[in-house]
């Protein structure tokens, strides 16, 4: 089955949260794919109030690098896990972008995640001057190694990588199933040099950038790819139904 995480991003009130999930929930297959909702923190209670039970996990679009503490507007991975959260989207091009997120901080923060047992995605990929200057293999390297470095091999079953191309995010312009097994395939070759051939093999890795309806099927045929990281199309719960049916 293949997975599918939507990413809300910025985006959805808790009242409109709760009108999104009732006329989701009534029209979704969720046998279809492994949905994962990645929400804003202030919808995690009402996430849960209506995923809890049905199979599908709600999870957060970031957390930060310590437990508890002196760390005003941040939000532990203790607390997400107390709101009802079982997944966190680690490192997303936007938050490495504006806020600053080295691969130090997202190391530290996958291991703040790990503690608390959530599940990780982790998101990985080169600007557009890192692509045409052929920079994206060591680019993604960069961002695989640093991100997870000290990890024990067990510790990847509960990671899942997702390649996001920065220039393919929210404009329409997804990558070529192409480009996307180019990448994907540096991706677990980087997995299998530092973990084992089996982590190459077995960790999950996702595409990311402009899904829509239209190319998520030849997306989803791309060689060594487990799913999708949905942004923009998500935001649509009748939309998002009838991606998940293409599944
Ligand atoms: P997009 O966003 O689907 O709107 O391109 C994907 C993401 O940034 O996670």
């Given at each position: 089955m293949k997975k599918i995480v939507a990413n809300f991003k910025m985006n959805a009130t808790v009242e409109e949260t709760k009108r999104y999930f009732i006329n989701f929930l009534a029209k979704v297959d969720s046998a279809k794919a492994e949905l994962t909702f990645c929400l804003p923190y202030t919808s995690l209670a009402t996430g849960n109030y209506f995923l809890k039970g049905t199979g599908i996990?709600?999870?957060?679009?970031?957390?930060?690098?310590?437990?508890?503490?002196?760390?005003?507007?941040?939000?532990?991975?203790?607390?997400?896990?107390?709101?009802?959260?079982?997944?966190?989207?680690?490192?997303?091009?936007?938050?490495?972008?504006?806020?600053?997120?080295?691969?130090?901080?997202?190391n530290k923060k996958i291991k703040v995640a790990l503690k608390n047992r959530l599940d990780i995605i982790l998101c990985v990929g080169e600007s557009l001057t890192e692509?045409?200057?052929?920079?994206?293999?060591?680019?993604?390297?960069a961002q695989i190694e640093e991100g997870l470095k000290g990890l024990y091999e067990n510790e990847l079953e509960n990671i899942t990588i997702a390649y996001e191309p920065i220039w393919a995010i929210g404009n329409g312009k997804n990558a070529t199933v192409k480009e996307i097994e180019y990448a994907v395939k540096a991706i677990r070759k980087v997995l299998t040099d530092d973990f084992s051939e089996k982590a190459g093999k077995e960790t999950k890795v996702l595409y990311g950038g402009s899904v829509n309806i239209k190319n998520i099927q030849s997306i989803l045929k791309a060689k060594g790819i487990d799913g999708v990281l949905i942004g923009g199309a998500c935001l649509d719960a009748n939309g998002f139904v009838n991606l998940i049916n293409l599944a």
């Open positions: 996990k709600l999870g957060a679009q970031n957390l930060a690098d310590e437990d508890e503490g002196k760390c005003t507007g941040e939000i532990s991975g203790r607390m997400l896990v107390d709101a009802g959260a079982e997944a966190v989207i680690i490192g997303h091009s936007e938050r490495r972008a504006k806020f600053k997120e080295s691969n130090k901080t997202i692509k045409n200057t052929l920079k994206t293999l060591e680019t993604l390297k």
